[in-house]
């Protein structure tokens, strides 16, 4: 069954031009074929039977010619006759015979019995004038018959009907491809213009679907086609009205969510105005306290106002934690930090956390366990230790009872390393909300203590910074479960740890230009200085640091200078000019209390070395002792 489906599937045409001229032709060719064939059958039987119609006849003229003709003997009479009836009736051949079957007188091509298979034959019995003749009927014994006086016989040839037979089907079959070829050019014309037209309405529908809603059909609207092309064109014009509307729409929310967009930029700018001028202002203040704190602390002789000075020292380091983590938020921002991946084991991490929350989880009287993992992976360790710290910092801070376990396990290309509380737990519908900054739900009092809300907001832009996937499960009152997904490294990869070494010592000819606007600043870190027993000209702008400079008649080694500076002057400029005047480049340090991305941001390119205020004053010097050191050696080499 398959192949005759098949062999069918083949011969069906596939296009409606070709289906609509099959439809067209086969009826036609079926109709004129019947046709044909009946007409062909009539008009060979109407020929036939006229063939022995002229054969009865002459034998039944011959029959009453000839009773004469033999009775008187006369021979030549009776050929004339027979002659005259062929020639007349296109008869083969014509014969008489007595009563006794011998031929008498004969026309045309008289042959044997045998020989006339291909020729119709007609006889007749040639009586007395006074006989009553009968058609074709002859005695059963002629000879016995007083009246009968003989029989003619007449033949037709049967050559005539093959002739015209053959004449007749060739002229069927002309009429019927004369008729088929008419039938197949109406049809040809007919079903190419109906398929054209469907053509046309199919080129507009695909161009409707390629979104082309302009095309319209071309088409009269009589008839099922032009029906067809009517409903294709309303169906374009409603697409095209609901399109312009939609487009509407969407121009209208567009521009909608743009004005809003615009509206939280702006707002958001103005956060971060805000927050980058009250950090500065903060800390120009906070910066002069921890230079006078360093300063009383060196200086301080008396073992009971060393109590006093230790806590102005840890209330204003726990100021500096605080800025410390704006200016993270506005790093991160600012798109400064950088990542550095490396290939070292997570091991030993796990160690240095635990040496550094133990104490702290054991005030709180929690159990803080690190699972042993001999994994390595392939990260920035400094920034994902940054990242652990505050989950482990926040996990303690907001379990009250039990404790936090920090673990890894292996999934697949990934190391997950989770850190699990049995704190108080975090809603489902505010997990979202504690990655953004200022979010605390267990502070409502704002405890400074408990920090300002931006550990997890660091956690969330550093693990966007490393690529690493963040994740929270958690349940109020059966803790929280934060973890980190960090591609796994090669152990044969890591680098062995490089050897610390001593920065050494300022040289004691060493001078330092520190260029500040606070005057409270400058006074700390004179202080300071000479604690250090270090050179230092403090100036208020560049004009009064060339004026000392130069009363001075000295190149300082390091120039340290404030970002902001009055009239419309920052550092960089400040630094680029003293450069330029003193005719090479003269190493410099960047200290700003600015948090504001953009500032951050244009600091790094400038790519001068960057201390934020309140500065440490042994990170200070480590940063003056390598400067120094460093141009040294290479004004040396």
């Known amino acids: ?28 060719l079926l109709a004129e074929f019947g046709m044909v064939a009946y007409f062909t059958s009539q008009a060979l039987a109407t020929a036939e039977k006229a063939l022995h119609a002229r054969a009865t006849s002459s034998v039944r003229h011959l029959a009453d010619a000839l009773p004469y003709a033999l009775i008187s003997g006369d021979t030549v009479l009776a050929h004339h006759l027979l002659e005259t009836e062929a020639r007349n009736n296109q008869l083969a051949f014509a014969r008489i015979t007595d009563i006794h079957g011998h031929t008498l007188a004969s026309a045309g091509d008289v042959l044997d019995a045998d020989q006339l298979a291909d020729r119709y034959r007609q006889r007749a019995r040639i009586l007395l004038p006074s006989a009553v003749v009968q058609d074709n009927a002859l005695p059963a014994n002629p000879a016995t018959a007083s009246d009968l006086l003989g029989e003619v016989e007449v033949g037709v040839q ?20 004369l008729a088929l070829a008419l039938t197949g050019a109406l049809a040809w014309r007919l079903s190419n213009r109906l398929a054209g037209q469907l053509r046309h309405v199919g080129r507009v529908v695909g161009l409707l679907a390629c979104d082309d809603l302009s095309v319209r059909t071309h088409l009269p609207p009589e008839g099922e086609v032009g029906a067809l092309a009517a409903g294709v064109n309303d169906m374009a014009e409603a697409l095209q009205t609901h399109r312009g509307e939609l487009e509407r729409r969407i121009r209208e929310a567009t521009a909608d969510l743009a004005a809003k967009k615009d509206m939280a930029e702006r707002a958001n700018q103005a956060k971060s105005r805000f927050f980058a001028a009250a950090s500065h202002d903060l800390r120009q203040p906070l910066h002069a306290l921890s230079l006078f704190v360093a300063a009383l602390k060196a200086r301080n002789q008396q073992p009971e106002a060393q109590t006093l000075i230790d806590n102005i020292e840890a209330s204003t380091a726990a100021m500096e934690l605080l800025f410390n983590a704006l200016l993270d938020i506005s790093r991160l921002d600012a798109g400064t930090i950088e990542t550095h991946p490396v290939h070292f084991p997570l091991q030993k991490m796990f160690v240095e956390l635990e040496q550094q929350f133990g104490a702290l989880a054991a005030e709180k009287q929690l159990r803080l366990r690190f699972r042993p993992c001999d994994a390595t992976l392939y990260s920035d360790p400094l920034l994902l230790e940054r990242i652990l710290v505050n989950l482990i910092a926040n996990a303690i801070r907001y379990t009250d009872d039990g404790g936090v376990l920090v673990a890894c396990r292996q999934r697949g290309e990934l190391v997950r390393i989770s850190v699990i509380d049995t704190g108080r737990g975090i809603p489902f519908d505010q997990q979202e909300s504690v990655f953004q900054e200022f979010v605390q739900l267990h502070n409502p009092a704002r405890d400074r203590s408990k920090g300002l809300g931006l550990g997890l907001a660091i956690v969330s832009r550093l693990g966007r910074l490393l690529g690493h996937r963040v994740d929270l499960l958690s349940h109020p009152g059966h803790g929280s479960i934060f973890s980190i997904d960090v591609p796994s490294g090669e152990t044969r990869l890591i680098q062995p740890p490089t050897a610390a070494h001593s920065p050494g010592s300022i040289p004691a000819d060493a001078l330092v230009l520190l260029v500040d606007d606070e005057s409270a600043i400058l006074r700390g870190m004179a202080e300071l200085f000479d604690n250090w027993q270090i050179d230092l000209v403090t100036a208020h702008s560049a004009d009064e640091a060339e004026h000392w400079l130069t009363s001075l008649d000295r190149v300082p080694d390091v120039i340290v200078s404030d970002y902001r500076l009055p009239d419309d002057i920052d550092g960089i400029e400040v630094i680029v000019r003293l450069r330029q005047k003193f005719g090479h480049d003269i190493p410099a340090i960047l200290v700003t209390g600015d948090t504001a991305p953009d500032t951050i941001l244009r600091i790094s390119q400038a790519g001068f070395p960057l201390l934020h205020k309140p500065l440490r004053p042994a990170k200070l010097r480590a940063l003056l002792t390598h400067l120094i050191q460093q141009a040294r050696a290479a004004a040396m080499g």
């Not at 489906?5 to 596939?14: F, I, K, Y």
């Not at 009907?161 to 491809?177: E, G």
């Open 158 to 177: 049967l050559d005539q009907i093959a002739t015209f037979k053959r004449n007749t089907l060739i002229h069927a079959v002309l009429l019927m491809l």
């Open 1 to 28: 069954m398959t192949a005759p489906r098949a062999w069918l599937r083949r011969l069906t045409p596939s296009s409606i031009h070709s289906r609509m001229l099959m439809i067209a032709l086969l009826p036609a």
